[in-house]
């Protein structure tokens, strides 16, 4: 316990040293040890600027000897956040005794910054849909199934079903067997049948009289690899997927979706602006860190990989851990 403090320690003193030399300075008045990255909370001089700060975020680095170090507003805070090199596994199976039934129609997403879970509920108007990016080793796929898994472990059948759309055929996963009891109807494996299931899904959202009640089941859509279905299965697939994005909460339809690149070349911008809810892993740029999260500013460029994402709302941008299902 002793050397994690004097880690801490020091760190605080190389980062105070950068700040100081650039004639930003700042305190470091906490720090804390997370699942994925160490936080450091600062407190500015009088004089000091948000945007000083920010110009030595690369010097910071240097002197931590760490590339992956973020900025980013907690409270009225600034905190700089550097990513752990040992960084710790968070599995499903721990974060769910921390869940209750009066959480509503909520999915497990990981360990928030604070050290919380944290969970996304599909009912609110700014989750709603969910659209989950990362480049290749980013954990997107972990932490979808991990979402779907946790709404298999709160709910039976009859009231939370799923649809899958799996281009990638991986037949006989121990996931797929995982949430066998939940699918409504057969995996779909190639576009043909995607857009077969698509269509069923706008029969039966079409069908729902929206104000009659709690809609039974609710429906997760879950789609691995929405730009490849798009450009696959074109027009027709993609315009599938918007009336799904524009109509499905309120008939109890929620899209989770999965992507690499998510421009509007790529889902369609009637799609990509029906997906309130991002979360979003390591990305190899900027401009894709743009695009992925909807908005500038996100870090995702920043992120480690395996699991380190950060969820976008409209008007938050939240770090966690995402949760690994305990089958992997």
């Known amino acids: 316990m002793g ?4 880690k801490l320690n020091a760190t605080a003193d190389r980062i105070e040293m950068v700040l100081r030399d650039g004639r930003a300075p700042a305190r470091v008045i906490s720090g804390k040890v997370l699942p994925n990255f160490i936080e450091m909370l600062l407190e500015l001089e009088p004089g000091t ?3 000083q700060i920010k110009s030595r975020v690369p010097d910071i680095a240097l002197a931590v000897g760490n590339p992956n170090v973020r900025l980013t507003q907690i409270g009225e805070r600034l905190a700089v956040q550097i990513s752990r090199t040992n960084r710790e596994t968070v599995y499903l199976s721990k974060l ?3 869940v209750t039934h009066e959480c509503g129609f909520a999915a497990m997403l990981g360990l928030a910054e604070d050290g919380v879970p944290l969970m ?3 009912t609110a108007p700014e989750v709603s849909h969910v659209l989950v990016a990362g480049a290749t080793g980013s954990g997107k796929t972990s932490l979808a199934q991990s979402m779907i898994l946790s709404l298999c472990q709160r ?5 939370f079903g799923m649809i899958m759309l799996d281009p990638k055929k991986r037949e ?6 995982a949430i066998a009891g939940h699918l409504i109807m057969p995996i779909a494996r190639s576009i043909e049948d995607v857009s077969e299931a698509l269509q069923q899904a706008c029969a039966l959202m079409d069908s729902r009289v929206v104000g009659s009640g709690e809609p039974d089941p609710r429906i997760i859509i879950y789609a691995d690899e929405l730009g490849d279905l798009c450009q696959t299965g074109g027009a027709v697939v993609a315009d599938l997927f918007a009336r ?3 109509r499905g909460r309120e008939a109890g339809l929620h899209l989770l979706c999965c992507t690499q690149k998510p421009s509007s070349k790529s889902i369609g911008p009637l799609l990509k602006t029906n997906l309130p809810l991002r979360l979003v892993g390591r990305m190899t740029s900027v401009e894709d860190a743009r695009n992925a999260a909807g ?3 996100s870090g995702a460029e920043k992120l480690s990989g395996c699991g380190d994402f950060v969820a976008v709302t409209a008007d938050k941008v939240i770090r966690f851990q995402a949760a690994v299902p305990d089958f992997v």
């Not at 709910?155 to 009231?159: D, K, T």
């Open 295 to 297: 908005r500038a500013g």
């Open 3 to 6: 050397s994690k403090y004097v």
């Open 120 to 122: 996304a509920k599909f």
């Open 172 to 177: 006989g996963s121990a996931f797929e067997a």
């Open 49 to 51: 600027k948000v945007s």
């Open 155 to 159: 709910y039976r059948p009859h009231r």
């Open 96 to 98: 769910m005794p921390a």
């Open 244 to 246: 799904i994005a524009m």
